[in-house]
């Protein structure tokens, strides 16, 4: 599986722009079986690059080997490039705090300038105003949780009742106090005493009641302005163009609070959390948005591209020469050997291919008028077709490799003639 991601994986890569070749090392889990912790898997990018921002590719390159490793988190990447500098390494730094706070800041920044922008384009044109805002935003994350009871809403959850119903009854006898009581085996007789009775009923009920509750847990994971500082500059000579040349410092005061009504409008600025709005009417310096660039004329850009014409000629005549010295002698020759190897030269085409006097003569001519004093030698054209036609050896040992027999015959005749001479 390893053998198959990680070729995959550096192809995927090598198809963004910019990136040259990637290679890609990637070091899977190993189950053990006395391990007490997991190893989780963890992978390494090399890649060569050129012409862009290689620390925001190595971000994308990153969580591109996460997702298509099995278990691999973003943070177990490593990206280098081809010199051995780190690229990225270790936590996203996009997901730190420092960096999410920037980068929210600067998006509520844009989008209020991009507010301004729209409410005063129309009124003062696009090139009369300039805006600059200042957001501070808290990016912290708050859990709120919230219990509400009610009272009105209860519910019965339980109910005790006990019931008790008591009866007492007390009777006494008592012995009159008498003599006979003082004589032996003599018995008393009793009489009856006081009698008491009691009755007690007792009933008791108890209700247990269920309050009704509502828990609320808050989890706020976005942003909020905490203070906006915005400056505005109004081109003054617009205004006065607006209001006419007699306008009054008044009039246009006026008009710079009316500006600065409806800014507040389209930023949603509140003075209660302590923004700042600072609207001012001053001279703009012409000539530092750009001026208009006239368009060049046919010697202008006949001046401009000048160079790469010339190139282009050169480029024609080198390749006309190419063609007219090089190709034409090649295509001779190749007919040359495509023509049949089989007849062999003969006495008069070695005869001919030798240097003959008048050739040597010539050639010592052509040597006498370089000297100085002497009439002028051959031209460089001359020269060139010397140069491109092949020397009386070469020719003979070229007929030597066609045919070896017939070349000797030949040169056999040619020497018995020479000695018959």
Request: charge should be negative.
């Amino acid at each position: 599986m390893v053998r198959a991601i990680s070729p995959s994986s550096a192809r995927t890569i090598q198809s963004i722009s910019g990136i040259k070749a990637a290679r890609v090392h990637i070091v899977m889990s190993e189950r053990a079986n006395f391990r007490r912790d997991e190893q989780q898997p963890s992978a390494s990018v090399v890649i060569r690059y050129a012409g862009i921002d290689a620390e925001k590719s190595a971000m994308s390159i990153r969580h591109l080997v996460a997702a298509a490793v099995p278990g691999l988190s973003a943070d177990k990447v490593t990206v280098l490039d081809s010199s051995g500098n780190l690229l990225a390494a270790g936590d996203d730094p996009s997901n730190t705090s420092a960096a999410r706070t920037l980068g929210v800041e600067q998006t509520v920044e844009a989008q209020i300038g991009d507010n301004i922008r729209r409410a005063l384009t129309a009124y003062l044109g696009p090139d009369n105003f300039r805006a600059s805002v200042k957001a501070e935003v808290n990016t912290d994350t708050r859990q709120t949780e919230e219990t509400i009871f009610d009272p009105n809403s209860r519910v019965e959850r339980s109910v005790q009742s006990v019931r008790a119903n008591e009866n007492n009854n007390q009777k006494q006898a008592s012995t009159p106090a008498s003599v006979e009581q003082n004589l032996p085996e003599t018995q008393a007789t009793a009489t009856d005493g006081p009698q008491s009775s009691s009755q007690n009923d007792r009933r008791e009920e108890i209700t247990n009641y269920e309050i009704n509750s509502k828990k609320i847990a808050t989890v706020s994971n976005g942003y909020t302005v905490t203070k906006m500082s915005i400056a505005v500059v109004v081109n003054q000579q617009r205004l006065t163009t607006i209001l006419g040349k007699d306008a009054t410092p008044e009039q246009i005061a006026k008009r710079v609070a009316e500006i600065q009504k409806m800014v507040t409008s389209a930023t949603g600025l509140d003075e209660k959390r302590g923004d700042i709005i600072d609207v001012s009417a001053v001279e703009f310096i012409d000539g530092l948005d750009g001026e208009a660039i006239p368009q060049a004329g046919m010697l202008d850009s006949i001046g401009q591209h000048a160079g790469t014409m010339i190139n282009a000629g050169a480029f024609i005549v080198v390749v006309f020469l190419v063609a007219f010295f090089g190709l034409r002698p090649m295509a001779a020759a190749l007919t040359a050997k495509a023509a049949p190897a089989l007849a062999g030269p003969s006495f008069d085409d070695v005869q001919r291919s030798l240097p003959t006097p008048e050739a040597m003569a010539a050639t010592d001519n052509a040597a006498v008028g370089a000297l100085p004093g002497t009439r002028p030698g051959p031209t460089p054209l001359d020269d060139l077709r010397q140069k491109i036609r092949p020397a009386p050896q070469d020719r003979l040992a070229r007929m030597v490799d066609l045919n070896e027999e017939r070349t000797a015959q030949i040169l056999r005749k040619w020497a018995s003639q020479e000695v018959a001479v």
